[in-house]
């Protein structure tokens, strides 16, 4: 197995902890051996395209389907194979963190094997997701921390549900953060007819980030963080929600939420959504700034059509007449985040 490990650069992350008083250095690992992108390589050299064979088919976005069709995460191609033409090549821990999640079930979901670390020492505290997987590490489990470049397990081409071909080959890897802790409530209330054998680190609790895209921007020092990624996020969505839930993702990410609760006490929530669907910036509001809504009613605010239009295929606004209501990726968000039905 191929061990190499491409350590791409220290971060300052703010300390988060009580009494923790300067900033802490953290190395951040390409989770390959493949030295493609720290040496400045074009995606060619490490993204795993599609059967299509366009390279831009294995980035973030909606980049499938002649655009119609989103992909959670970033493709990336082995560089070692066995006698046999499977893959080799070690996967790594991108970031120190905590194992959150192993399934070493392959038919139980269309990731195969995956593991999910979270990485607590971040703010917010992304998780990062490495699917496809030949084989977990022996011996990972949950709650196990890890180090940046410690092997998860070997780049495989395991999938529940549907083949991939050995010569495409490819880890999956997502950053990104986890929509509710209450997701098995949504998810029996939508009755999808199976069971949900992942807990809150199914798939469809998961709203990933850009990953080569978040890696560019840290190792060009556009940003020195992830909340500083999370704060240069464009907004294509801002709207308004009279409710005084508070919805644990505030809470697992206050550093997402800007502004104290009003005088007169919270009355719901203005939240900013990028182009594909993640809460990235929250303000508690006051009575006096719902004035008119209903209980749990939503309001649109504000739509950046040259930021939707973006991501065409996330239906996050719809027009109804001359009013903007949420389209139903937006809805599913809103759902899961405050138990809406």
Request: charged share 20%; with cysteine; aromatic share 10%.
């Amino acid at each position: 197995m191929n061990r190499r490990v491409w350590l791409l650069l220290p971060l300052s992350w703010a300390a988060l902890f009580a009494g923790a008083g300067r900033a802490q250095p953290l190395e951040l690992a390409w989770p390959t051996p493949n030295p493609a992108f720290r040496e400045g390589m074009g995606i060619e050299r490490f993204v795993q395209p599609t059967v299509s064979g366009e390279t831009t088919s294995g980035l973030f976005g909606c980049v499938r389907s002649d655009g119609a069709q989103f992909h959670e995460g970033l493709d990336l191609f082995p560089v070692a194979r066995d006698a046999h033409g499977e893959a080799i090549d070690a996967v790594f821990a991108a970031m120190p963190g905590v194992v959150a999640h192993v399934n070493a079930r392959p038919a139980e979901s269309s990731y195969g094997r995956y593991v999910v670390l979270e990485h607590t020492g971040a703010a917010p505290a992304v998780y990062t997701l490495y699917a496809h997987l030949r084989a977990v590490q022996p011996g990972l489990k949950r709650g196990d921390r890890v180090t940046p470049g410690q092997v998860l397990g070997t780049m495989g081409r395991s999938a529940g549900g549907y083949s991939i071909p050995k010569d495409r080959a490819h880890l999956h890897f997502e950053i990104g953060v986890r929509v509710t802790d209450a997701f098995q409530a949504w998810y029996d209330g939508r009755k999808f007819g199976s069971p949900n054998e992942h807990g809150v680190w199914n798939g469809m609790n998961l709203m990933g980030l850009d990953p080569l895209d978040f890696y560019r921007k840290l190792q060009e020092r556009r940003v020195d963080d992830v909340a500083g990624y999370f704060a240069q996020m464009e907004t294509a969505v801002r709207l308004r929600i009279a409710t005084r839930r508070v919805p644990d993702f505030a809470i697992r990410y206050p550093v997402l939420v800007k502004g104290a609760v009003p005088a007169e006490g919270r009355a719901g929530w203005e939240i900013r959504f990028n182009a594909t669907g993640v809460p990235f910036a929250w303000r508690p509001l006051g009575p006096g700034e719902l004035s008119g809504y209903k209980p749990d009613e939503v309001r649109i605010v504000e739509v950046n059509t040259a930021v939707t239009h973006a991501c065409r295929c996330k239906a996050l606004v719809v027009k109804r007449g001359s009013r903007s209501e949420p389209g139903k990726d937006l809805q599913t968000v809103l759902q899961q985040l405050f138990g809406l039905r």
